[in-house]
Every structure is written in structure tokens, then in C-alpha cells.
T-cell receptor, first 110, second 113 residues
């Protein structure tokens, strides 16, 4: 079982819909990252969270440390949001590596 | 100006060859990383350097050897390439080893034939 589990694996939505992608993890962490990988392959860091909630434009990320769970929300989705969204956790202590989920492929149709 | 640049973007080579991928960042970050993304798009850490010192060395065949001549550069040399080495390799950097936001390079697609 992967230390970082994402759901759903695939998500298809119509333009304008509200999107939620979930991430659960099983280890202690110092931070959680949400990344976006477009079809062209480049990876962009969207959020880094250690508690609470962050918002950037139409994107909102939340984390519940006690429940070891994070969600990424996209409001008013648009076809340009189509990408793979990857959750990654940074281990606590002196082990600073990132462990990745397998990603959620989001397709937003016009 | 590209913050984290990798070269080459594509690399096609025969089994048994030795190849290098270069990475440079102009962000003034102390920490750099190499990640491998397999055919199923799963990312996994390979190495990390902090200010030229190796701090993460995951279970990677010793045919892979990272080299950091200075904190702005982290190169990856691969000896005796195998078919299973075909993947996309991403370089990334953070301000320091405590983390912060990651900046990724655009990736190097390695195909071993």
C-alpha cells in the first residue's frame, strides 16, 4: 500500500463544475504539496500546506493533520484545468524526502 | 529566464551506453533533487543534494551517480544503460533542505533502445 493515496484516479467533469480531489497519507509529515502536471509534462507546484487552508485563484487546498487527509478543490472548472494533479508529502524529522501519490487525471470538457 | 533548466529534453540511446543529464537552477536555492517518473507516471525520489552534499540517496542502482559541482548544478550520470532506465527524469530545487516550495525542471525523457 502506497504511503500516499489519491482519489479518484480519473475524473471527468463538465466546464463550470466544482472539482474535489482527495489525498490520504499514513505517515507523519512536515508538509503536504499539491502539484500539477500538464499533458506537455512539466510539473508546477500549486500549494504547500502544513495546516489549515490555502487559496489561489480558483484553487483551494485544505489539510486535516489529525485525519491525515487533504483535499484540492477547483471552482468553476475550465478545460485548461485538465491535467494530472499529484499529492506529495514531505516526511517529518530529518528525512526530508517527498513521497508522491499516483496522481489524479482530471479532464474538463467544454 | 528558466528557473530550473535540464538538458537534454529528449535522449534516445542504446543499451549499454553511458549518458549524462544536466540540471542548473538560477534561484539561489541550496537544495536540489533528482526524481524519476516511470511509465505509469509515478514519481519517486532518487537523490538530493544540499549545498553540494548528498543528503538523500534512495535505493537506486549504483549505475546512477549524481554529481554536484556547486549548489546551482546537479548532474546525473548513468552507466551501462538498461531498458528499464527508460523514464522521465525531473530535476527540482528548494530553498533549503527544510523544504518550501518546489521548482521543477521540464524533465528529460530518456529512451533506451
Amino acid at each position: 500500500k502506497n504511503e500516499v493515496e489519491q482519489s479518484p484516479q480519473n475524473l471527468t467533469a463538465q466546464e463550470g463544475e466544482f472539482i474535489t480531489i482527495n489525498c490520504s497519507y499514513s505517515v507523519g509529515i512536515s508538509a503536504l504539496h499539491w502539484l500539477q502536471q500538464h499533458p506537455g509534462g512539466g510539473i508546477v507546484s500549486l500549494f504547500m500546506l502544513s495546516s489549515g487552508k490555502k487559496k489561489h485563484g480558483r484553487l483551494i487546498a485544505t489539510i486535516n493533520i489529525q485525519e491525515k487527509h487533504s483535499s484540492l478543490h477547483i471552482t468553476a472548472s475550465h478545460p485548461r484545468d485538465s491535467a494530472v494533479y499529484i499529492c506529495a508529502v514531505r516526511s517529518g524529522g530529518s528525512n526530508y524526502k517527498l513521497t508522491f501519490g499516483k496522481g489524479t487525471l482530471l479532464t474538463v470538457n467544454p | 529566464d528558466t528557473a530550473v533548466s535540464q538538458t537534454p529534453k529528449y535522449l534516445v540511446t542504446q543499451m549499454g551506453n553511458d549518458k549524462s543529464i544536466k540540471c542548473e537552477q538560477n534561484l539561489g536555492h541550496d537544495t536540489m533533487y533528482w526524481y524519476k517518473q516511470d511509465s505509469k507516471k509515478f514519481l519517486k525520489i532518487m537523490f538530493s543534494y544540499n549545498n553540494k552534499e548528498l543528503i538523500i540517496n534512495e535505493t537506486v542502482p549504483n549505475r546512477f551517480s549524481p554529481k554536484s559541482p556547486d549548489k546551482a548544478h546537479l548532474n546525473l550520470h548513468i552507466n551501462s544503460l538498461e531498458l528499464g532506465d527508460s523514464a522521465v527524469y525531473f530535476c527540482a530545487s528548494t530553498k533549503n533542505q527544510m523544504g518550501g516550495g518546489y521548482t521543477f525542471g521540464s524533465g528529460t525523457r530518456l529512451t533506451v533502445v
